[in-house]
């Protein structure tokens, strides 16, 4: 178990973490979710015990860890670039934390070719990293980390600098390793498809801060603020005004839509509307949705999908859409909006009310 | 194959009569560059060529090649005591000082590299300026300090005086090829267990092997090359090569050959040194910035 209480990290006046509870427990999967600087490197260092917390205490094991060596803790870490020793072959490499344990030569053994054999090395053991492909030197740096059975990995964006298919088959292997291994897992990662994938808990970062810590789906469903739901969105949730009054909604610029099911038994007043870029729709797919005029700026085409960036009102949206469609830019585009899609946050940023679908589900 | 030669050659020809200004341009290229050869390697073909000669020869004629080679010459200086004790004594000071350079500058250009502290760039910048005086600035201070502490005339006393230069460079040296070793090795090393000196020997040390071969290098350039600061701290028991070299003259006049075979022993080891290195020296110069 790993749990840190009040920790918090400044450099030079500069907050990098702010005042941070969180408990980890054994054998659970967790992503560090937040956008670049918002922090997850810096909080997992703190993990590690590369960084020495400003305030507040690290406990691992119920036992304060803070300040002690990092040769001391039993961790393991994997960064973003592929960190390997390039004088020593990928055994060797493998090998070495074992040899700093002063195991024994037949126990290394065994320990190297079957965690080689788990991330598919066993070929390559003779080779030097330098040789290998991206995909091999990082599976080389995982298969260090795991070597030596340590109660916490923290995995640092692992997979950013690979390319996308191995990406694809290193992260369908990353949750079988995670089981096989029974450690903490922490995983930073920018990408909320990945953090959705590899599933366990969430915790989403934005400026410093862990603005929720939960189960994936949960922390996905139920974001508790907007900054939350923003950051738990790729592309990030679009925003609109919101006007309660009475049994009807007012979104934007006067389009109305009922109070009814759940919204109804909400305050009147002012709110802001949240949904994701992917429940704008050309048919409505529902009797109750309504259609927003908006005006088109750029139109992104991947091969199955389209990315519409959009004006409305004051407020810029995005609008993720299957299939391949042909807007020329400055088009007035229709775009249908189920209100049991929609999020409602108070002015402040907390949730007021989720999305009906997320609470049913 | 013979036809092949010939064809090219005639190809060449004609395309030579169709530019002429090209032509001339690769002429004047060619010839600026032999020109530049031959100012660099005629003094050396001189000492070479005077090593094989004898004095009267050196005196009275002017010969491109030994009309009468002899090895005369570095026999003198190979069978006898107090000239080949120079090459020794000189050898001796200069790995004596590459080896304090490096081991010295290697620690120091690692907190350069990955600490910052307070002064931390104008200390950097401080020793480099340590290079910036001449030799002969130091010679007086030394030779007196070395001479009230008893050192003066050991093989370490110019060793020391010599690292007041190279230390200064082996650090600038060694803290541009460490730089560029992410500091995520270290870290990810640290979490393995290794401790920092185990680190530093066993990953860290392998992975700048090459600008230590540099640092090494550029130290041991210097102090062979140096006359001023081993002459003037050295008397009687450690001769060094620069010393034996002014002893030529005698009663008889100067002894042209035997100093022209010792300039040319002079020059061997620090050509070898430079063919072991050469693939590294750019990088060295750039400090191992490139």
Redesign the interface.
Known sequence: MLELRGVSRSVRGRVHIQSTDLTLQPGTMNVLLGPTLSGKTSLMRLMAGLDIPTEGRVFAHGRDVTGMRVQDRKVAMVYQQFINYPSMTVYDNIASPLRLMRKSRAEIDRAVRGTAEMLRLTALLDRKPLELSGGQQQRCALARALVKDSDLVLLDEPLANLDYKLREELRAEIPRIFRESGAIFVYATTEPEEALLLGGNTATLWEGRITQFGPAPEVYRRPNDAITARVYSDPPMNFAPCRKQGHSLTFGEGIHAPADGAFAGLPDGLYRAGFRPNHLRFEAHSGAAVAFRCTLGIAEITGSETFLHLTHGADNWVALLHGVHHFDPGTEISLMLDPAHVYLFEADGRLALPASYAAAA | MTDIPATAAAGRASRAGGTDMAGLRRLVSYAVLIGYLLFLLVPIYWLVNMSFKGNLEILNTMTLLPADPTLANYARILGDPTWYMGYVNSLIYVVMNTVISVTVALPAAYAFSRYSFIGDKHLFFWLLTNRMAPPAVFALPFFQLYSSIGLFDTHIAVALAHCLFNVPLAVWILEGFMRGV?K??D?????????WG?FFVR?FM??ISSGIGVAAFFCFMFSWVDLLLSRTLTSVEVKTIGVAMTRTSSATGLDYGTLAAAGVLTIVPGALVIWFVRNYIAKGFALGRV
Not at chain 2, 187 to 195: F, P, Q, V
């Open positions: 992410p995520e090795i870290e990810t090393a640290y979490i393995d267990g290794y401790s185990r990953i392998p992975l």
